[in-house]
């Protein structure tokens, strides 16, 4: 099977799932590395676990809107990867992901040290993923939960995580 595993138990806990590749960790911090907007940004890849992530942002002027928060984009990307990253824990190791859409509730101003974006899958299929996604804003010991998203991407069966080769870019 080249996409995503199922959820191992259905219960009131946090969801379990099977593991397609038991070296997803290393693959998801290869990938993130290469992601040369979430460099750029300042982003760091904080926590890889099956179907879990997390991605923070520590504040820079550069990353605000004209208030002095967080710009909304700089939020909803966070939020995309982390779900996004997230689904790709549960890929086999010849599939990818891709982000087909994600819907952004902005809740409240991004204001703090830092961004804190936490990434968990809600459904595991075949095709499809989806994702769910909050932000927090961290300030000192507390957090404020500032943003969440739904984001649904697909499986790329027998597609390798990385720069797609000379024949799709023409």
């Not at 992901?97 to 968990?120: D, H, I, M």
Request: with cysteine.
């Amino acid at each position: 099977m080249t996409g995503v595993n199922a959820r191992v138990n259905e219960g009131h806990g946090p969801p379990q799932f099977k593991i397609a590749n038991p070296a997803f960790e290393s693959r998801i911090r290869d990938s993130f590395a290469r992601q040369r907007f979430m460099e750029h940004i300042g982003a760091q890849l904080v926590t890889v676990e099956p179907g879990y992530c997390v991605i923070r942002l520590p504040y820079e002027e550069s990353l605000t809107q004209q208030h002095e928060f967080f710009h909304g984009g700089v939020i909803g990307t966070i939020a995309d990867n982390a779900g996004g990253y997230a689904a790709f824990t549960l890929a086999a190791p010849d599939a990818s992901v891709l982000t087909v859409e994600y819907k952004l509730n902005l809740l409240s101003p991004g204001q703090g040290e830092a961004l804190e974006a936490r990434g968990r899958v809600i459904r595991p299929g075949r095709s499809l993923v989806v994702s769910h996604s909050e932000v927090y804003a961290i300030d000192g010991g507390s957090e404020k939960l500032v943003a969440v998203a739904i984001v649904t991407l697909t499986l790329l069966p027998d597609r390798t995580d990385g720069p797609a080769n000379q024949e799709q870019n023409t």
